[in-house]
């Protein structure tokens, strides 16, 4: 079976699926809606499985074949040249009506809203990760469907984390405690995520239980914390996370800083090779330690 | 039935009035949606929304609810003695409510309320309550409640239904409830003819463009549905997250858990999902819902099948959209809904069967 998208039944929607038969093949489309990670359906599989990959899907690949969560030989990588996703929440929070439908071409986003047409640029809604994404270009492939594009050049990837780690601990403290205030502890975050694929998560462990069920913020937090440092040295920044929250949070500003003191301290970004092991599974003398005080 | 007037200048002095004898309750923007909260004294509901993004159902039934404390402290004479959690149970007002989410308190209030069963917790804060619906005379392109049996300006599970006529609110007064609240605010201006409503409401019935077929819900075989072979399409995007469930303002699933810190313990009524794989768990730890096709499956068929044959008052779902535009995968309920309303097993399926 090939896994790709097919055409969702809203604006800026598009839904995973799965291809058996060649007469489906027209069913799957590419456009600036499939900001979800395909590599979150590979997990465990046995069979033979071609797969729509773009810059952070073939990313999340490698890092599913390092944790032998899938086999190289199974699959057949059809990657796709990534020009960014558009970010739906911020284009939603633009217009006052109902958006009624998106096109795109050629770098621009039409958007209608009260039968009124709207233009706007692509790079100006673009998802946040998407805007300093640094490897658009899959980075393993079997086929590709396109010319690699021109990666971004000179993007500041580490902007917002910077200003979190300039707070104080009482502002990082309220600043962490709005941004989860909204949380339902749906999970979309974690099952959205191509990482998040241990068979039980620790906040479902029931024997014994580990984390309170209910929304005591203790709780909430708990989720989050573990969960981001449990993707430490493995988070591409593919952005699903973010994008599957019903309520809008950015948990992604947990990832990055874990993805910046993995480039930081260790030279590290994840998902790039399948020659060399992540460096939280691996231990060299010359590893920094100087966090041991 | 009675049609008051209120001029919408005249609105906010009635909340004012309405304030000293009931806590109230609306819409209110955070961020870029709107939720329901209680409304401080001269806080006005924001009632230019379309719908929250949550439903409502938080109010009768948080997604954390102590219900009953206790001590653990056997010094203390009551240690080991549970005891109810103090609610405010005095009355309160819900103001501006969709009918589609009125219609959902009612159909939830068949599962918390039944001769044999009461959930307290529901039961006393629906007592309390006095919803003000307010027509939708923007529906989205998501909504679909004209095919659940429900509309933009349905009645039920409202006490009091507010039409918005530019300068004025009609206000229908449905419940003795409607009528005591009216006559607290002080709106006692009668309206003219209800034929002024009845132009709204078919302007707004036909703003909702998508209509959902599940008229052979209840003919179809259970089994052959349960069987059928678009479950593993349907599923194969869904993460299995609560999304679902926990905007749905019919989904009634709780879980029961002690949280105890030092000596002080409590019990708490936690919604849980049928999207999780712990809703299911044995303690043995054998999972009779152990894929998550059989899990959304679950969700599917309590909504449009096994609700529809236990009751007989259509299916579990008022059309309000909220799971259709804010799943993550965009799996579709119209869509499934229409699957499984046209099914027709394949003949090699019921040669199994026998």
């Given at each position: 079976m090939v896994i790709g998208f097919r055409k969702g039944s809203m604006p800026m929607m598009n839904e995973p699926c799965f291809i058996k038969n060649a007469e489906d093949a027209a069913q799957l489309v590419w456009d600036?809606?499939?900001?979800?990670?395909?590599?979150?359906?590979?997990?465990?599989?046995?069979e033979k499985i071609g797969i729509i990959a773009k810059g952070c899907d073939s990313r999340n690949i490698v890092t599913h074949i390092i944790e032998n969560k899938i086999g190289r030989e199974q699959l057949v990588i059809i990657g796709v040249p990534c020009q960014g996703m558009i970010d739906k929440y911020k284009i939603n929070a633009m217009f006052d009506g109902e958006i009624q439908d998106v096109a795109e071409n050629d770098g621009k986003i039409t958007v209608t809203v009260n039968d009124k047409k709207n233009e706007l640029d692509k790079a100006d809604v673009l998802q946040k990760n998407c805007a300093v994404c640094a490897h658009r270009n899959p980075v393993i492939f079997d086929e590709m469907v396109a010319d690699p594009i021109e990666e971004q050049k000179g993007v500041d990837r580490y902007e917002d984390v910077r200003e979190i780690e300039a707070m104080s601990s009482e502002e990082k403290w309220n600043y962490f405690e709005e941004l989860l205030s909204p949380c339902i502890r749906c999970y979309a975050c974690r099952n959205a995520c191509p990482l998040c694929y241990c068979p039980t998560c620790f906040v479902d462990?029931?024997?014994?239980?580990?984390?309170?069920?209910?929304?005591d913020p203790s709780d909430v937090r708990t989720f989050h914390f573990l969960r981001a440092f449990h993707c430490g040295g493995r988070c591409t920044d593919c952005g699903a996370c973010e994008r599957a929250c019903p309520v809008g949070i950015n948990m992604r500003v947990f990832t990055k800083k874990l993805e910046k003191d993995s480039f930081e301290q260790f030279g590290w970004e994840a998902g790039l090779t399948l020659d060399e092991r992540p460096p939280l599974d691996t231990y060299r003398p010359d590893d920094p330690d100087d966090f041991i005080r | 039935m009675t049609l008051v007037k209120i001029d919408k200048k005249q609105w906010a002095k009635g909340l004012e009035t309405l304030q000293k004898a009931y806590r109230l309750f609306g819409p209110s923007k955070e961020k870029d949606y709107f939720s329901f909260k209680t409304l401080e004294a001269g806080e006005q509901p924001e009632l230019g929304f379309s719908n929250s993004r949550l439903s409502p159902k938080a109010l009768l039934f948080p997604q954390s609810e102590a219900i009953i404390e206790y001590s653990l402290d056997e010094n203390a004479a009551d240690h080991h003695i549970m005891k109810p959690v103090e609610k405010d149970s005095s009355p309160r007002v819900v103001l501006g409510i969709r009918p589609c989410d009125a219609k959902a308190v009612n159909l939830v209030n068949m599962n918390f309320d039944t001769p044999e069963y009461q959930d307290p917790y529901w039961v006393e804060a629906l007592a309390a309550t006095t919803f003000v619906g307010l027509a939708c005379d923007e529906p989205r392109s998501t909504c679909f409640c004209t095919s659940t049996g429900c509309g933009p300006y349905n009645e039920e599970g409202l006490d009091l239904l507010l039409i918005d006529a530019d300068d004025n609110y009609l206000a229908k007064v449905l419940t003795d409830k409607g009528q005591a609240l009216v006559e607290a605010a002080g709106w006692n201006t009668p309206a003219g003819k209800a034929a002024e409503i009845e132009a709204r409401k078919a302007a707004a019935e036909a703003k909702i463009t998508t209509t959902v077929a599940m008229d052979n819900l209840k003919n179809q075989d259970l089994m052959e549905l349960h069987g059928a072979s678009f479950w593993e399409d349907i599923a194969?995007?869904?993460?299995?997250?609560g999304t679902c469930t926990f905007t749905c303002p019919t989904c009634w699933c709780f879980d029961l858990q002690d949280e105890v810190h030092g000596k002080a313990g409590k019990r708490m009524k936690n919604w849980d999902s049928c999207?999780?794989?712990?809703?299911?768990?044995?303690?043995?730890?054998?999972?009779?819902?152990?894929t998550k096709t059989q899990r959304l499956r679950q969700r599917f068929m309590h909504k449009l099948k096994y609700f529809v044959d236990k009751y007989d008052k259509g299916i579990m779902c008022v059309g309000c959209g909220r799971c259709v535009s804010q799943c993550p995968v965009n799996i579709d309920i119209r869509k499934v809904c229409d699957l499984m309303n046209s099914y027709k097993a394949a003949e090699t399926a019921c040669a199994v069967q026998e």
């Open positions: 600036s809606n499939c900001g979800i990670n395909l590599a979150n359906y590979l997990a465990n599989r046995k462990e029931a024997k014994p239980q580990w984390v309170g069920k209910g929304q | 194969f995007a869904c993460v299995n997250c999207m999780f794989p712990l809703f299911t768990q044995h303690t043995t730890g054998h999972n009779p819902r152990g």
